[in-house]
């Protein structure tokens, strides 16, 4: 597509459900990369793709977080048992290739989560 | 590990010039800035390489000194729409942001 979309834009939970937030990149964007944005805070690393695979997941806080992608497009992020600080902006970029050195990231809207 | 932005806001009138500087305790292949404003995703606007490379906008200006492990960002004549929050971010393979500027332009 176009840009990067993300679903949903917004999504109140109650604590201990599960979320699922998708993320389809730029068509032909090799790499693909999640974000969390706090209120107020800065973008925190979560994960980051090279085609299917996830050769860097060093930043997801918990095992309650997972990500997959499929067919090198579609990206899906997982939070099991939501908790309250789980509350954040969830941010989607991709990139054409996966070494972010020299590459431009585009991002979606995010997805911004609420936990109760 | 994270680099560090400096300052954490500013504020200025238009007209007025900015510095915002990203340092790093790593060495640097690239450094990134992007601009967030508010309620919107980040936006692109400048690629500084090892070895003097740039990518970016024609009216964006930005220095890398590969040596000291340090960018800093140049806005000059600052206008409205240049209000938002700042993020460096530098790559080692993956792309690790600063905590950002925030920068507010004032009439």
């Known amino acids: 597509g176009a840009g990067v979309s993300q679903s949903p834009s917004n999504k109140v939970t109650e604590k201990g459900k599960d979320v699922e937030l998708r993320c389809d990149p730029i068509?032909?964007?090799?790499?693909l990369y999640w974000y969390r944005q706090s209120l107020g805070q800065g973008l925190e690393f979560l994960i980051y793709?090279?085609?299917?695979?996830?050769?860097?997941k060093s930043g997801l806080p918990s095992d309650r977080f997972s990500a997959e992608r499929t067919g090198g497009s579609v990206s899906t992020l997982t939070i099991q048992r939501t908790q309250q600080e789980d509350s954040a902006v969830y941010l989607c970029?991709?990139?054409?290739?996966?070494?972010?050195?020299?590459?431009?990231?585009?991002f979606g809207a995010g997805s911004r989560l609420t936990v109760l | 590990q994270q680099p560090v932005q400096s300052p954490q806001a500013v504020i200025l009138r238009e007209g007025e010039d900015a510095v915002i500087n990203c340092s790093s305790s790593?060495?640097?292949?690239?450094v990134h800035w992007y601009r967030q404003k508010h309620g919107e995703a980040p936006v692109f606007l400048m690629i500084?390489?090892?070895?003097?490379e740039q990518k970016g906008h024609e009216k964006i200006s930005a220095s890398f000194n590969e040596k000291k492990q340090q960018s800093s960002l140049y806005l000059t004549a600052s206008q409205l729409s240049y209000s938002g929050t700042y993020f460096c971010?530098?790559?080692?393979?993956?792309?690790?942001f600063g905590q950002g500027t925030e920068l507010s332009v004032k009439p």
């Open positions: 970029a991709s990139s054409y290739d996966g070494w972010a050195g020299a590459n431009v990231l585009t």
């Open positions: 068509s032909g964007h090799t790499a």
């Open positions: 793709f090279q085609g299917n695979s996830a050769p860097d």
């Open positions: 790593k060495a640097l292949y690239s």
């Open positions: 500084l390489l090892k070895g003097g």
């Open positions: 971010g530098t790559a080692r393979g993956k792309l690790i």
